[in-house]
């Protein structure tokens, strides 16, 4: 099925350090989103982003909408072990269904 | 408890037996949808259902896999004749009409021996 494409695929981090990742579709879509799936559980929304260039933050993690309405990018800041997980992105276009991305695993080491 | 539960959490059976999986989203939620997670890899789409639409059945793998929401609540996805390959972890998720934010379950571990 279709999924959108997420890079770097993992990292491998120290605590504190600041972290990058980004998401990219062929397709344009109204609505990114970014997903957090803790070890043995289902993913939890972390942002929510509706509008072209949006940027939008929680806490440490940052989120912007592409200007191209094809792209995502998340930041977290001062990285902390309980940041670990695999991160998804997804995209809805008008009331479609949510597609994800393949995900990043993220790895924090003390 | 008020979140979307799947049960059972985990599955082993045989090679070319039938496997029920149970999803009961949040109450008052429309939406549901099933996805697969195979080890290691990203969420792969099996099905959506919105209301009393025609669920979006274009994510199923092959004809061995099905899916019914009953009375719109709760959710069974079959696989028949399970093969090796199946062995993944099946997750649920509901959410408000169409709306984007998904609540998941924890999963279903499913192993196909």
């Known amino acids: 099925g279709q999924q959108l494409n997420q890079s770097p695929q993992s990292m491998f981090i120290q605590e504190g350090e600041d972290v990058s990742m980004n998401c990219t579709s062929s397709s344009i879509f109204n609505t990114w989103l970014w997903y957090k799936q803790d070890p043995g559980e289902g993913p939890v929304l972390l942002i929510a982003l509706y509008k072209a260039g949006e940027l939008t933050s929680n806490g440490r993690l940052t989120a912007q909408f592409g200007i191209t309405r094809k792209d995502s990018f998340l930041n977290i800041s001062a990285s902390i072990p309980s940041d670990v997980g695999i991160y998804f992105c997804a995209g809805q276009l008008y009331t479609d269904k949510l597609i994800f991305g393949t995900g990043t695993r993220l790895q924090v080491f003390p | 408890g008020a979140g979307v539960s799947q049960s059972p959490s985990n599955k082993v059976t045989e090679k070319g037996k039938d496997v029920e999986l149970r999803c009961d989203p949040i109450s008052g939620h429309t939406a549901l949808y099933w996805y697969r997670q195979s080890l290691g890899q990203g969420l792969e789409f099996l099905i959506y259902f919105q209301g009393n639409s025609a669920p979006d059945k274009s994510g199923l793998p092959s004809d061995r896999f099905s899916a019914e929401r009953t009375g719109g609540s709760v959710s069974t996805l079959t696989i028949q004749r399970t093969q090796q390959e199946d062995s993944a972890v099946y997750l649920c998720?509901?959410?408000?009409?169409?709306?984007?934010?998904?609540?998941f379950g924890s999963g279903t571990q499913l192993s196909v021996l």
């Open positions: 998720a509901s959410s408000w009409d169409s709306n984007e934010k998904l609540f």
